[in-house]
């Protein structure tokens, strides 16, 4: 056990205050509403750090990505900026979905297009929702007892227990206890305290690791070529072999496109927004809101590899290795190293901070995973199978014994199912059960008054088919041909499956019958306008000329702060999507020299780190007075018992 008396000390004060703020939000709690979505009362701060942190699975996957391929896909990843810049500042989707006032992804799909659909759907979406959480519990884990250094077993009351069902019980109960306490409200308030914490904590591990690690090692560890002869440091010589390829990202842009607002694990998230251009704004202050906890889990990564690399390091590296070694399934072995890496390196104290932010992640992640899933079964799976809606207390208990259910299903899963993929290529096939044909449909049924019932009907059966498809390729492909994998990776699956999905939903839709659907009525506009929820930054524009603030989306009503922020998102993100196309053209014509790769990604990871130190300050401080706004708020707010997710008049197309 590595952990010394002052790091338990911090890890059980950090329990300690979430556990004391969800006994302190659970008061706020009195409404269906409440526990669904915060009673549509969240600000844009809050909504940007509770909603955009990083789980302790999501620590595992990317650096497991990092430590195969180094830093050309952080290169490739800028070839979708322009198209994530224009969703961030227009708020593609977003606004529209909040416009809806739908507390579930589902209940929008009802109102659109027929309640069979929402169960269909519903159905489908909680299916592919807790597949893909199932291995949540085991990584995470894992992750807590290698990190921790716990032993294998333990005694209590002189019985042998195993440690890893233990630690996959204690942090899922804190996580439950959370979520069936105050529902979005304490999600929502221990999030933010958590996701706080992470970014603040990111930076001082960076900052300790970049003064015990030069420059100068790293990147001389990364030129060590790895066993595929890629290069860890230039895009052009790495993108071409691996799973994690030039396509990978390809594919992942026009995913992040066609699935926007498709995946619903943090669904409570997007109802929760005061108003539409709160949901926005969220929106776009959470592309400055990762900027140092992003290059911490680049950093973390690439030292490890150079530590394991260069020669100079050796001594360092040997227990580090041992521990490693002591593993035996070779998939966890290889997630643990980076883990491992940093468990060894960090002091007392920093040791304990990063411990306990692991656990935050576990625990921030989970209860929200638990919530989303929980509440969907109830709301998309359960309620439009009954005529009429339930009575509020019945309504809060179901939605608080699913999201316990839940967590029963990932406990139970993550003990009997072995992961033998990367976690990211896992996360793939199972959302493509569900992903490949929401896109489609949430889309055509926001932007196109023409998209029919059974347009939609056609696009979820073909993104299930070819999911289902794909997971049953992947698994029985090996028995039947030596142990080789099978050659289409999920990615690809994916993309294909997006691709027949569009095709099915628009031709079917075209060739039926067209009748317009009422989209005003839907989005609450024109004469079904909320008063409540508009402002005058909704409102667009009265200059009619061609300008940059129509470009990006700024409206008439919008604050000078806001849109300082609005034209730096814009301006930041334009400079390295430059830096990039110049960088591919350059590389057309003569090779880049390993020096500039080396000046380009220090300028790029320095900037990022001291930009992302101030913008942390910043918003933690925004987030501090939307906590306290909400509480606020809370108390005052109207109880609506009829705002439960029951569509009482359907509106089928």
């Not at 979430?18 to 549509?40: C, E, H, P, Q």
């Not at 979520?179 to 979005?184: E, I």
């Not at 993309?495 to 005003?520: E, H, Q």
Request: aromatic fraction near 16%; charge should be positive; glycine fraction near 10%.
């Amino acid at each position: 056990m590595r952990a010394a008396p002052l790091d338990w000390g911090i890890i059980i004060l950090f329990l300690g205050i979430i556990i004391g703020i969800t006994w302190y939000a659970k008061r706020y709690m009195r409404s269906t509403a409440d526990f669904l979505a915060a009673n549509r009362l969240a600000g844009r701060y809050l909504l940007t750090v509770s909603s955009s942190f990083a789980g302790a699975i999501t620590l595992v996957a990317v650096w497991e990505m990092t430590y195969s391929t180094g830093l050309p896909p952080q290169w490739w990843a800028k070839m979708s900026a322009p198209v994530s810049l224009v969703i961030s500042l227009t708020g593609f989707a977003i606004y529209r979905f909040r416009q809806t006032r739908a507390l579930t992804l589902a209940q929008f799909l009802e109102a659109r297009y027929s309640r069979n659909f929402r169960l269909f759907a519903g159905t489908l979406c909680w299916f592919s929702g807790i597949l893909n959480y199932g291995i949540f519990p085991a990584i995470t884990a894992r992750v807590i007892i290698y990190f921790l250094g716990l032993p294998t077993e333990f005694i209590l009351g002189g019985l042998a227990i195993q440690t890893f069902p233990a630690v996959m019980l204690a942090y899922l109960s804190i996580a439950v206890f959370v979520v069936c306490s105050g529902g979005m409200i304490s999600i929502m308030v221990t999030d933010f305290l958590q996701g706080a914490a992470l970014m603040l904590i990111f930076v001082v591990v960076t900052l300790f690791l970049l003064g015990r690690f030069s420059w100068g090692d790293i990147f001389a560890g990364l030129e060590v070529t790895p066993a595929s002869g890629m290069s860890l440091i230039n895009p052009f010589a790495g993108s071409a072999t691996g799973e994690f390829s030039i396509w990978f990202f390809l594919i992942g842009i026009f995913g992040n496109v066609y699935g926007i607002k498709s995946w619903q694990g943090g669904s409570g998230y997007g109802a929760a927004a005061r108003t539409p251009h709160e949901a926005v704004m969220a929106n776009v202050i959470g592309q400055w809101r990762g900027l140092a906890s992003n290059m911490c889990l680049l950093i973390v990564p690439l030292i490890a590899y150079s530590v394991f690399h260069l020669d100079k390091f050796a001594a360092l590296a040997a227990p580090i290795q041992e521990s490693i070694n002591h593993i035996t399934d070779p998939q966890i072995r290889f997630q643990m190293t980076v883990p491992l890496f940093l468990s060894h390196i960090l002091p007392t104290g920093l040791f304990g901070l990063f411990a306990a932010l692991v656990i935050c992640c576990a625990i921030s992640n989970d209860d929200t995973y638990i919530h989303s899933w929980g509440t969907i079964l109830v709301q998309d799976v359960i309620t439009p199978l009954r005529r009429r809606p339930f009575e509020p207390k019945t309504h809060l208990l179901l939605l608080r014994l699913s999201s316990v259910g839940v967590a029963i299903f990932g406990f139970s899963f993550s003990m009997l199912f072995p992961l033998k993929d990367y976690i990211l290529m896992y996360f793939a096939i199972t959302g493509a059960i569900y992903l490949g044909g929401a896109g489609a449909v949430i889309l055509g049924g926001l932007y196109w008054k023409y998209g029919s019932t059974a347009g939609a009907w056609t696009a979820m059966l073909i993104g299930t088919m070819f999911g289902l498809g794909g997971i049953v390729l992947q698994q029985s492909w090996p028995h039947f041909f030596g142990g080789e994998k099978f050659p289409v990776n999920s990615q690809w699956i994916y993309f294909l499956t997006m691709l027949l999905a569009i095709a099915g939903y628009v031709l079917v839709s075209l060739l039926g019958k067209r009748r317009p659907f009422n989209m005003d009525q839907l989005l609450h506009r024109g004469k079904y306008a909320l008063e409540t929820e508009q402002t005058e930054a909704d409102q667009p524009s009265e200059n009619k000329k061609f300008s940059l603030a129509h470009l990006i989306g700024i409206g008439k009503g919008f604050t000078k702060f806001e849109k300082f922020i609005f034209y730096g998102t814009f301006c930041w993100t334009m400079l390295w999507y430059f830096i990039f196309v110049v960088g591919c053209v350059l590389s057309f014509f003569r090779e880049i020299p390993g020096s500039w790769w080396r000046v380009y990604w220090y300028c790029y990871i320095m900037f990022s780190i001291v930009l992302g130190t101030v913008c942390t300050v910043w918003i933690f401080c925004g987030g501090m007075k939307n906590a306290l706004e909400l509480f606020r708020d809370l108390r005052t707010a109207n109880v609506d018992e009829q705002d439960d997710g029951f569509i009482r008049e359907s509106k089928n197309s």
